[in-house]
C-alpha cells in the first residue's frame, strides 16, 4: 500500500538554524498538508500547498516558515531561524482531489 | 468548523466492542463527522466519515443518531494495537484542513 514517507525521522538543530524538512507523498497526490504536535499538545495545521502555492495556512505559519515542492515527488518544509519553540513532531500528509488525507510518520524536530 | 466533546479517557477489553462516543450539537447540514485516531507518536490515521447515514468500513462503523447531534464509533473486536487517541471531527469536507481536538485516550486491556 503506498504511502507518505518523511526524512529524517529525528533531526536535531540548534537554535537559529535553518532546517529543511522533507517529505514524499503519494504519487498520484495533489493536495499537500504540514501540521505540527508539540510534545503533549493537539495536532496542529501549518499549510496546505496545490498546484505549486499555498492555499491555506495558519497564524503559526509565520515568515520563518516556507513550503516548497521542488520537484514532483518531494514536499518540504523550511524553518529558516529555528527557535526552543519550533520543538515538535512534524507531519506532513496528502491526498488526491476526493478521498481522505494520508499522514507521513512524522520527524521530530528538537532544537537546542 | 463546528464543536466536538468526546471523554477524555476510556477503556475496553481486549476482544470487545470499543464503542467511543462523539458529542457535536452545533453541527451544520453540510458538515461530516470524520474520525481520525493517532498510535503513540505516529502520524493520524482516517478511520471513517459519515454525514447522516450509518458507515461501516473494514477499520470500524459509524452510528450518527438521526438528530446529527452525537455519533459513536464502534471497534467491533478491540485488539491492543488499537490502542490510540481517537479524535471526532467535524468539517465541510475531505477539502478543508483536518482541526484536531484532544481526542479519547483509548486503552485496551488484555
Known amino acids: 500500500e503506498p504511502e507518505v514517507t518523511q526524512t529524517p525521522s529525528h533531526q536535531v538543530t540548534q537554535m537559529g538554524q535553518e532546517v529543511i524538512l522533507r517529505c514524499v507523498p503519494i504519487?498520484?497526490?495533489?493536495?499537500f498538508y504540514w501540521y505540527r504536535q508539540i510534545l503533549g499538545q493537539k495536532v496542529e495545521f501549518l499549510v496546505s500547498?496545490?498546484?505549486?502555492?499555498?492555499?491555506?495556512k495558519s497564524e503559526i505559519f509565520d515568515d520563518q516558515f516556507s513550503v516548497e515542492r521542488p520537484d514532483g515527488s518531494n514536499f518540504t518544509l523550511k524553518i529558516r531561524s529555528t527557535k526552543l519553540e519550533d520543538s515538535a513532531m512534524y507531519f506532513c500528509?496528502?491526498?488526491?482531489?476526493?478521498?481522505?488525507?494520508?499522514f507521513g510518520p512524522g520527524t521530530r524536530l528538537t532544537v537546542t | 468548523d463546528a464543536k466536538t466533546t468526546q471523554p477524555p479517557s476510556m477503556d475496553c477489553a481486549e476482544g470487545r466492542a470499543a464503542n467511543l462516543p462523539c458529542n457535536h450539537s452545533t453541527i451544520s447540514g453540510n458538515e461530516y463527522v470524520y474520525w481520525y485516531r493517532q498510535i503513540h507518536s505516529q502520524g493520524p490515521q482516517y478511520i471513517i466519515h459519515?454525514?447522516?447515514n450509518n458507515e461501516t468500513n473494514e477499520m470500524a462503523s459509524l452510528i450518527i443518531t438521526e438528530d446529527r447531534k452525537s455519533s459513536t464509533l464502534i471497534l467491533p473486536h478491540a485488539t491492543l494495537r488499537d490502542t490510540a487517541v481517537y479524535y471526532c471531527?467535524?468539517?465541510?469536507?475531505?477539502?478543508?484542513?483536518?482541526?484536531f481536538g484532544s481526542g479519547t485516550r483509548l486503552s485496551i486491556r488484555p
Open positions: 500547498f496545490y498546484n505549486n502555492e499555498i492555499s491555506e
Open positions: 504519487s498520484n497526490h495533489l493536495y
Open positions: 500528509a496528502s491526498r488526491t482531489g476526493s478521498n481522505e488525507q494520508y
Open positions: 459519515g454525514l447522516k
Open positions: 471531527i467535524v468539517r465541510a469536507s475531505s477539502a478543508s484542513k483536518i482541526i
